[in-house]
């Protein structure tokens, strides 16, 4: 399997705050990529997909990069809302691999 | 509105079986693949299983391949698992996911349900 490794397992930031979580995986999944964001108690909710498109209805401040096997998320001007768990993970395999989580904690 | 609503969970003992169900709602059913995808208390996601649209093609994380069957009813819109010889790591909220629809064949979850909680404990 696919292994999916996030960076930092956690943060703290202010808002306003630019942040920059990355995700690495084991073997190439060219943009085969999707970034998750989950609230506790909440289901997880798609924000990125194939490594840099954004969903429709997520806000323009999250973005995404990167190809093969690095990858990143970034949030711009961190709001309220953002902070959550956000997963990565991979379709490029058919055995479905997600990252162990980075929370993203008010500082 | 697109909807996916699973329902099975329950407090099973170890070796116990169990289905669980999602009834999906709000787009063409047959058009798209479907997961599961589990969480444990406190833990991160796992993907579980999927199906194609058409029921053909499954495929199983290692961790429940030969005691999990994933199937699906399109005339029902509803999308099953079939959980037997349950452990008490399959303790966990399963989620029922549906896949994304892109032209240039990248594949995501992008609807997912609210979660059936799922307990094997003795």
């Known amino acids: 399997d696919i292994q999916m490794t996030q960076s930092p397992s956690s943060l703290s930031a202010s808002v306003g705050d630019r942040v920059t979580i990355t995700c690495r995986a084991s073997q190439s999944v060219s943009s085969y990529l999707n970034w998750y964001q989950q609230k506790p108690g909440k289901a997880p909710n798609l924000l990125i997909y194939?490594?840099?498109s954004l969903q429709s209805g997520v806000p323009s401040r999250f973005s995404g990069s990167g190809s093969g096997t690095d990858f990143t998320l970034t949030i711009t001007s961190l709001q309220p809302e953002d902070f959550a768990t956000y997963y990565c993970q991979q379709s490029f395999s058919t055995s479905i691999t997600f990252g162990q989580g980075t929370r993203l904690e008010i500082k | 509105e697109v909807q996916l609503v699973e329902s099975g969970g329950v407090v099973v003992h170890p070796g116990g079986s169990l289905r669980l169900s999602c009834a999906a709602s709000g787009f063409t059913f047959n058009d798209y693949t479907i997961h599961w995808v589990r969480q444990a208390p406190g833990k991160g996601l796992e993907w579980v299983s999927f199906?194609?649209?058409?029921?053909?093609?499954?495929f199983y994380a290692d961790s429940v391949k030969g005691r999990f069957t994933i199937s699906r009813d399109n005339s029902k819109n509803s999308l099953y698992l079939q959980m037997n010889n349950v452990r008490t790591d399959d303790t966990a909220l399963y989620y029922c996911v549906k896949d994304g629809d892109d032209s240039r064949g990248y594949y995501y979850m992008d609807v997912w349900g609210k979660g059936t909680a799922v307990t094997v404990s003795s």
């Open positions: 194939a490594a840099s």
């Open positions: 199906i194609s649209w058409d029921g053909v093609s499954t």
